[in-house]
């Protein structure tokens, strides 16, 4: 079964005094798919998985795989896998589809980037992601604040490779080169559905600044690689799904990942289908075929699930390609 972090449940005294989803609670309540035998996840409760999420708690840390109720939780948090999320837990964007909450953030903290970087040389980590909730209330979206814990992590585990997802930085002249100038490793911006469905599912995001936004990472160093990925059950059609390929390719994005939507509550975006496996390898194969570096289709895939392996994979792939040139 599908574990799904409930943030709302527990004693009456412990749960948030505001709505978790404030832009939602007035929409009606859509229905929840039946999951098929497929989507399958393992359940958190290792001896691992406690000393990770005591080394999160100890150092007073939000993780995306705890505040998006990712599916996958208890597989990477037993090897001891876990992606920060940087700025807070409070987004100010409202997509249909994410489970993050909404409203107005705290003032960053400063000390966070330290904090981050003592988790990872706890944890051992060899490759970590960091990801952040939007920050549209910011100057310069977060991007300083993302060099830093980049920098933070580089003094303290000068081995360990960085992977970064960001948000869009829409608006905010300047502030991808800050982040580009701290040389992460990997740099992922979700693309997250096809163009049609933007205005309902990611309303506060422009899907072709956001391509244009992995573009110009690999413009102002090719060295990084970008990667970038969707879900689908959203209501696409298969031909949108390979135009977006089309699209990323364009971009010179290296890395595509694609998973199923997993709807959080009632109130987010209803399921239109859950694919199959068989088609999950269709998309797999398409993707392999337009020329990724790297490819990840199935129905559990999420942005930063095994991306320690993943990483290693990638940089072969790209020897092998240079050498083959």
Known sequence: MTVVIDNLSGEPEKRPTKPRHPEKQNRPDSAVLRKPSWIRAKAPGSAAYAETRAIVKENNLVTVCEEAACPNIGECWEQ?????????????RACAFCNVATGVP?????SEP????????????RHVVITSV?????????????????NAIRKVSPTTTVEILTPDFLRKE???EIVVDAKPDVFNHNLETVPRLYLNIRPGARYF???NLLQRVK??????FTKSGIMVGLGEAREEVMQVMDDMRSADIDFITIGQYLQPTRKHAPIDKFWTPEEFDGLATQA??????????TPLTRSSHHADADFEKLKAARLAKQQKA
Request: charged share 25%.
């Open 209 to 211: 600044h956001s391509l």
């Open 114 to 125: 330290a904090y981050v970087a003592e988790a990872v040389a706890k944890l051992g980590l």
């Open 106 to 110: 705290l003032p960053l903290d400063a």
């Open 288 to 297: 392999r075929a337009k020329g990724f570096l790297m490819v990840s289709a």
């Open 80 to 92: 001891k896998h876990a992606t920060f999320m940087i700025m807070g837990e409070t987004c100010t």
């Open 219 to 224: 413009q102002l160093d090719p060295e990084i």
């Open 174 to 176: 300047g502030a991808l």
């Open 134 to 150: 939007d920050r549209d209330d910011l100057d310069d979206g977060g991007a300083q604040h993302f060099a830093d814990t980049i």
